[in-house]
């Protein structure tokens, strides 16, 4: 039991690191692209880090398809919802309804937040707004996406089976 207990905390160890650095990683490139909002590749980062680095490989396309439906969806509805607290009840749970159905399986929470997110604050100008918002989420996605690559090249290496 005591190995057990130290292996799933090692795992929370890894988890943590890898999810606060693809957090600080996403937000430095959205800081210099010079995007409005660093916070959404932040926490598009964090939200798609898995506690296996194999999940957000598996994930990955799944989480960026979810996040351009979630985008256009929500900047598309803005017009005849508006911004309330109905219409992200009614965007998200549709957002990730629709993530199922099409079998975006990981993709469902980023969509709902995202599309919620750009149904709640476009401010004014929906499809801008979606935009940005997509371009940070991407960035937060990528990065989490290219440090999930990490163990895999390190693991690799260690058996040999990396570049010389």
Known sequence: MPIERASKRAAAIRLAARSALAAAVAVLIVQWMGTSHAIFAMIAAVIV?????????????????GTVIGAGVGALVVPWLGPSALAVLVTVGA???????????????????????????HSGNPWYYAGERLVETLVGVGVALALSMVPQLVRSDQRGDGPA
């Open 49 to 65: 880090t898995d506690l296996r680095p194999e999940q957000s490989r598996q994930f990955a396309l799944n989480r960026i398809a």
């Open 95 to 121: 957002m990730m309804m629709l993530c199922h159905v099409l079998k975006l399986d990981g993709a469902a929470k980023l969509s709902g937040y995202l599309c919620g997110i750009v149904v709640l604050e």
